[in-house]
């Protein structure tokens, strides 16, 4: 699955983990079928991946004429020549293929994918919450991330700057020339 081409969203980035969407617990993705595009990126944030042996991986932004960025990180997480196939090409990424490359962690039949996916959870659930914790946070400073995430994480925080209340109260005291009471949000 990936975005509509007919309603494309306009912020789908806040839906990419590690992006738009922090999480400080491990993330198991569980994928069947076509997973194009932003989809690819939602995969490629995730730590851990179950594919079934059907499954087929595409990023044909290259094709389309549009790409949020996003996915450059990929060539940080599987080898750099596989990763520029398969963004500049926008060719498919058999499962297979994507297993032996390391985007994909187990090759499942179809219809076994949430299972196996939900033996990872059992298993992360088991271990100790702390080291898994330190060990994401340690690894996420090792991996780097494309320039857009960066970009869109400091666009983001900006904008929340520029609709705070704190900015309200700082542009009021100028103007009304008195001391600013900030209130931090």
């Known amino acids: ?7 494309f969203p306009k912020d789908i980035a806040r839906s990419i983990p590690g992006a738009g969407a922090p999480s400080g617990k491990p993330l198991v993705a569980a994928v069947n079928g076509w997973c194009l595009g932003a989809a690819m990126t939602l995969v490629q944030m995730c730590d851990l991946c179950v594919a079934t042996e059907t499954t087929r991986f ?8 549009v790409s949020m960025g996003m996915i450059a990180g990929l060539a940080a997480r599987i080898p ?5 196939e398969v963004m500049l090409l926008g060719g498919v990424l058999p499962a297979r293929r994507a297993y032996e490359v390391g985007l994909v962690n187990r090759l499942v ?7 196996a996916a939900l033996e990872y959870a059992r298993a992360l659930a088991d271990n100790s919450p702390l080291v898994i914790a330190r060990l994401r946070r340690l690894v996420n400073a090792v991996v780097p991330d494309s320039p857009a995430v960066e970009a869109y994480r400091m666009q983001k925080e900006l904008s929340f700057m520029l609709e705070s209340d704190d900015l309200k109260e700082g542009m009021g005291s100028i103007t009304q020339k008195r001391k600013a009471n900030f209130v931090g949000r």
């Open 1 to 7: 699955m990936g975005a509509d081409l007919h309603g």
């Open 58 to 65: 595409m990023y044909p932004e290259a094709k389309l004429g």
């Open 80 to 84: 750099h020549k596989v990763a520029m």
């Open 109 to 115: 039949p179809e219809g076994e994918q949430l299972n």
